[in-house]
Nanobody, 119 residues
């Protein structure tokens, strides 16, 4: 089992930036990929970005491409989401997730961190 703890959320004005962090603990040796998802009020959770821990291959949702950057610090078992040019529609709870080598999808989730972008 992998435990994930997010941090870095908060309130920011439109056009501003935030950096989210996700620290993993537990069976981190089994992790293959980590990602960020988000859930806006009244909407379903949606994929934002992911990164393969070995090799660093990244993937982004069209809605954040060019504005968000996912990165990892393998030695720290930490993944970051740098969010620039934030828009009010980026307001959501952001969740960190991890997928192990034996899973077909993300199986471990953090508790989430709130991001509010004011206009």
């Amino acid at each position: 089992q992998v435990q994930l703890v997010e941090s870095g959320g908060g309130l920011v004005q439109a056009g501003g930036s935030l950096r989210l962090s996700c620290a993993a603990s537990g069976r981190t040796f089994s992790m293959y990929k980590m990602g960020w998802f988000r859930q806006a009020p009244g909407k379903e959770r949606e994929f934002a970005a992911s990164i393969v821990l070995s090799g660093g291959f990244t993937s982004y949702a069209d809605s954040v491409k060019g504005r968000f950057t996912i990165s990892r610090a393998n030695a720290k078992n930490t993944v970051y989401l740098q969010m620039n040019s934030l828009k009010p529609e980026d307001t959501a709870v952001y969740y960190c997730a991890a997928q192990s080598l034996t899973e077909h999808d993300f199986g471990s989730w953090g508790q989430g961190t709130q991001v509010i972008v004011s206009s």
